[in-house]
């Protein structure tokens, strides 16, 4: 083997020089949230083989609503507190003020959401879950797991402890993958049983990795009301948003095309396989945002610069990596997998896995812009990209090809004006501030002060 070989062999991979840059514990992270994505599938299939077919469809409904509506959330909670909490301890100042407002501010949210859930109780049992109650009242409580998970995590990931954040994740799957087996084999007929492990394994998660988040928590003045709504009301909007982009496909083909069963299957069963690469960027997103944080808070405008571009290259690598296989043998897989009909080609699963790689790159800029206080632009972008998304799906045309092709134009055009913004948040830095981005010095010194 020759010099230049042996170097280039040497030489790491994109995503090791990314995991290289990030803090100690990501690799925990990733191997969390393969179990966690992982028992998601195994929750469902086991309730799936020990339920009936009502009961099955009672879980799935209040699975999917918890993780949009939950997600959309308090998701953007655990950013949010994630990137303040980096901030603060960059500037070595205590968390617990923080930490406080925001379990105040994420009781008040959860505080609504269970007076919505009460006031249409019966109308959602009678639609959803076969006019069971309880399981109405399960999903408030699987809400409020959501949360209590999510705030935890943001205190972790803000001080760079993901050792536990990853650990917190694989009990939680863990736990899932155990209960819901163990359910399916001793022959338990209960939704409710089932929709409970939705609450039960994150709490206990939550309990077993709660030493770290309060052994983190020095004393600290709290933040004012106004800067933590300020970021989190256009966080939440832009994340429900994303959620609506990411979701639209299934949805739209029901409403288009409602009495054709297969292609709402055969649409569902694609996306699985085109979100492969996203299910993987997922467990780099925490890591990320504290990374992006950590330096905005510092100043350090050329380690801003390189996470975010070595970040892009790595989720372009996985969108190729997952595309690729998927626009070839994706038609096949599905019928093969998931028994799905013959209703998708290949140009189907092209658009649908261009759009996956278009919306990761979407939520890595999303990130940046949210660290940088662009919390309104990343809004604006979102609904730009929910507005194409509409007008390419009302296009005439073929029902499948129009949605798929509304999904890559929608997360194209999120990606490519978060672009935009960031580049032109650089471009009007003030020239003589070196290696730091001016900004507003009771927030970030990496942030324009437009």
Known sequence: MTKSATAAARRPSPLAKLLNTLPPGTQLVVGGTVVLGAASYIHLMAAGHGLATDDMASVSVLWTILMSVGLGLFFPVEQELTRLVAAQRVAEQGVSGLVRRTLMLTAGLLAVLAAGLAAAARPLADTFFNGRLDMVAALGLAFAAMAVGNVTRGVLAGLGRFGPYGMQLGIDGGLRIALAVAFALAGVRSPLAYALILTAAPLVSVLLTLRPVLGGIERGTAPAWRVLVAGLVPLVCSTLLSQVVVNAAVVSTKLLAPADGALVAGLLNAIVLARVPLFVFGSLQASLLSGLSTAAAAGDRGAFS???????????????????????????????????????????????????????????????????????????????????????????????????????????????????????????????????????PRRTTLVDSA
């Open 306 to 440: 390189k996470l975010l571009a070595r970040t892009c290259l790595v989720v372009t690598a996985l969108g190729a990596l997952g595309g690729v296989p998927a626009t070839f043998l994706g038609p096949w897989l599905i019928r093969v997998l998931f028994g799905a009909q013959d209703v998708l080609g290949r140009a189907d699963f092209f658009w649908m896995s261009a759009g996956t790689l278009c919306y990761m790159l979407a939520m890595v800029l999303g990130q940046a812009l949210m660290v940088l206080h662009r919390h309104g632009i990343q809004l604006l972008c979102w609904v730009l990209a929910t507005l194409v998304l509409l007008g390419v799906t009302l296009l005439p045309g073929e029902v499948a090809t129009r949605v798929c092709l509304a999904y890559t134009a929608g997360s194209l055009t999120a990606a490519l004006a978060m672009a935009s913004a960031l580049w032109l948040t650089f471009l009007r830095a003030r020239p003589d501030s070196g290696n730091t981005i001016a900004g507003d």
